[in-house]
Nanobody, 123 residues
């Protein structure tokens, strides 16, 4: 069982930065790949980024590549999403999620989810 709690969301102007944090409970954190997803009003939940259990592999949605960076600290049971050069279209609720297998983009593969944190980018 893994419990996830996101934080770090807020209101930022276009071009600004935010760092999201996802704190996980459980001794098996490092055995899970971790992903970030987002959901804007009226839209489906979409994949943003993922990182392998050891942190050595990452991949990103094309829409955020070069602007967002996912990292993890397994000693602190925490995963981060550094978001730079934010755009109004990045506005959404951001969720972190845990998947026992690295490499999935579909949300149905992820077993555990946090409650989400709101990110709003003003133009």
């Amino acid at each position: 069982q893994v419990q996830l709690v996101e934080s770090g969301g807020g209101l930022v102007q276009a071009g600004g930065s935010l760092r999201l944090t996802c704190a996980a409970s459980g001794r098996t954190f490092r055995s899970y790949a971790m992903g970030w997803f987002r959901q804007a009003p009226g839209k489906e939940r979409e994949f943003v980024a993922a990182i392998s259990g050891g942190g050595g592999s990452t991949y990103y949605a094309d829409s955020v590549k070069g602007r967002f960076t996912i990292t993890r600290d397994n000693d602190k049971n925490t995963v981060y999403l550094q978001m730079n050069s934010l755009k109004p279209e990045d506005t959404a609720v951001y969720y972190c999620a845990a998947d026992p297998v690295f490499g999935h983009r579909g949300p149905t593969f992820y077993d555990y989810w946090g409650q989400g944190t709101q990110v709003t980018v003003s133009s």
